[in-house]
């Protein structure tokens, strides 16, 4: 479809491993977003990119977040030395360009776990 | 820390009734957005609001923004099972760039 994807869809991983996790943008849309949702709570934003650069990267909880989006579409997640309490899903958005007006598009998550 | 606090944080109600959810805060927000997620998909928006004072219908419901700009509601009427799901308000709080902050959420069920 033409929506906001994301793979993969669930990550089973343990603690001290590295991860990567994939968003694919609508296309076209500037600004990509990502959030982070633990169960209970509302989304947590972790970073945002304005084409290849990211513009605001205030959410990111540790420096063993790191984001990248290279050519300006897809971006990639990374965490490494993965924590039990980085179990989250990891959402991703995309808008038309940036600003807290514009509508966000959201993905449907990627489900991680840390054992 | 969460900027903005959701009221009830669970209500369950049967088809036909009417509801109201709360978004409340102390900080004043540029805009306000309400989402609905339902499980194992990302938030779905359906509303912004910019004005204090501001009302905006989607069919059954009624969004509104308070005059302060640091509060809003969100009013089902006559509630149907397909409203069941997760309500999130979120704002552009000033100085925060292009930061979403969610509240926890409202978690809607509607039984028939």
């Known amino acids: 479809g033409a929506g906001v994807s994301q793979t993969p869809s669930n990550k089973v991983t343990e603690k001290g491993k590295y991860v990567e996790l994939r968003c694919d943008p609508i296309s076209g849309h500037t600004a990509l977003y990502w959030y982070r949702q633990s169960l209970g709570q509302g989304p947590e934003f972790l970073i945002y990119f304005q084409g290849t650069g990211a513009a605001d990267d205030s959410g990111l909880p540790n420096d063993r977040f790191f984001a990248v989006r290279p050519e300006g579409s897809v971006s990639t997640l990374k965490i490494q030395r993965t924590e039990r309490g980085d179990s989250a899903v990891y959402l991703c958005?995309?808008?038309?360009?940036?600003?807290?007006?514009?509508?966000?598009?959201f993905g449907p998550g990627t489900r991680l776990t840390v054992l | 820390t969460q900027l903005l606090e959701q009221s009830p944080q669970f209500l369950s109600i049967q088809e036909g009734e009417n509801l109201t959810v709360y978004c409340n805060s102390s900080s004043v927000f540029s805009s306000l957005q309400w989402y609905r997620q339902e499980p194992g998909e990302g938030p779905v928006l359906l509303v912004t609001?910019?004005?204090?004072?501001e009302v905006k219908k989607l069919k059954r419901l009624t969004f509104q923004f308070g005059d302060a700009r640091k509060d809003s509601s969100l009013h089902i009427t006559a509630a149907q099972p397909g409203d069941t799901g997760l309500y999130l308000c979120a704002g552009g709080a000033p100085n925060s760039g292009y930061a979403l902050n969610f509240g926890k959420g409202t978690s809607l069920l509607v039984t028939p």
């Open positions: 958005a995309s808008s038309l360009t940036g600003g807290v007006v514009t509508e966000q598009f």
């Open positions: 609001v910019v004005t204090g004072g």
